[in-house]
């Protein structure tokens, strides 16, 4: 059984559905040609994109792009509850209206590792505040409701923003994350290409980067922290982190495979920085993940 429930406020721009489903739901493939942002609000689901299922839980948004075939289906019997904002390819002049400079659909054409978002920490907590705003605000019928939920939503995304920021900063250009990204320096957005590109060979490093661009190293080291407010290693090693995560969950590679595929080659160095990184070690991440989706 499903109950939906669809606001179009702007629907030249964008639209929200808010979904409540049970575990007798039969799901159904459907596909469209507008940009989504699927997030699960309460309970646990699965989502086909194609010939792959992704397991969400609370908190994760799932990257939809244009005419991309995709079916929900429940894990099990318990009730789930997703928020669903659809975009058009003008959702972005919209934003630019709001005097909001940035552009969410780059996040649809880039090759992402993963096309689910996993918030962490106070990116989570303010994500959970909004929607639960979003859901109380849909079942309340009060003046300027649809006002509300239009805004609610530019909230959301924009909080996919800030956490897209933190992960993928030089595809985030805009002034609510960070005034520089209006203006990225063209060398810049080489050395940001170059180190993604390039972030699996153990042999990156300051050095080599500074070499590759013709410009000495302690230059590039201030011109690279002025510009994204962290140092160039610890960028190099929060981008390293990150792909480590998305591996550990999607591949049932060895702890040390997974070090090497992302250019650590010292299983036990890997570990020690993703601990400090993560707050947990690789094994103990990765069984929390299956813990919560496969249980």
Request: proline share 3%.
């Amino acid at each position: 059984m499903k109950v939906q429930q669809s606001f179009l406020q702007k629907a030249e721009f964008f639209s929200v559905y808010i979904e409540t489903i049970n575990g007798k739901y039969n799901a159904a493939w459907s596909s469209h040609s507008y940009y989504e942002f699927m997030l699960d609000f309460s309970g646990e689901f699965c989502v086909s994109l194609g010939e792959t299922t992704y397991s969400l839980t609370k908190g994760d948004v799932l990257v939809i792009k244009p005419n991309q075939p995709h079916r929900v289906e429940p894990k099990g019997p318990e009730e789930f509850k997703l928020i669903s904002i659809v975009m058009s390819e003008k959702f972005s002049d919209y934003l630019q209206y709001r005097d909001i400079n940035w552009n969410p659909l780059v996040l649809f054409e880039k090759n992402l590792l993963m096309p689910v978002l996993h918030f962490h920490g106070k990116h989570l907590e303010r994500l959970e505040q909004m929607m639960y705003m979003l859901v109380a605000e849909s079942e309340n019928k009060q003046n300027f409701q649809d006002v509300f939920i239009a805004d609610i939503s530019e909230l959301i995304v924009l909080e996919i923003g800030r956490y897209c920021g933190s992960i993928y900063p030089e595809i985030v250009r805009n002034a609510v994350y960070n005034d520089v990204f209006k203006d990225i320096p063209y060398m810049l957005k080489n050395i940001l290409e170059y180190i993604n590109s390039n972030y699996q060979n153990s042999s990156l490093t300051l050095s080599s980067i500074a070499e590759r661009f013709w410009v000495n190293p302690s230059y590039l080291s201030r011109y690279f922290k002025t510009y994204m407010g962290i140092n160039i290693v610890q960028y190099i090693r929060s981008m390293r982190i990150f792909y480590a995560k998305s591996l550990l969950q999607s591949s049932d590679m060895s702890i040390a495979e997974v070090a090497e595929m992302v250019g650590i080659k010292s299983a036990s160095h890997f570990s020690k920085i993703f601990e400090n990184e993560v707050g947990e070690s690789p094994s103990k991440f990765r069984k929390s993940y299956f813990d919560r989706n496969h249980s």
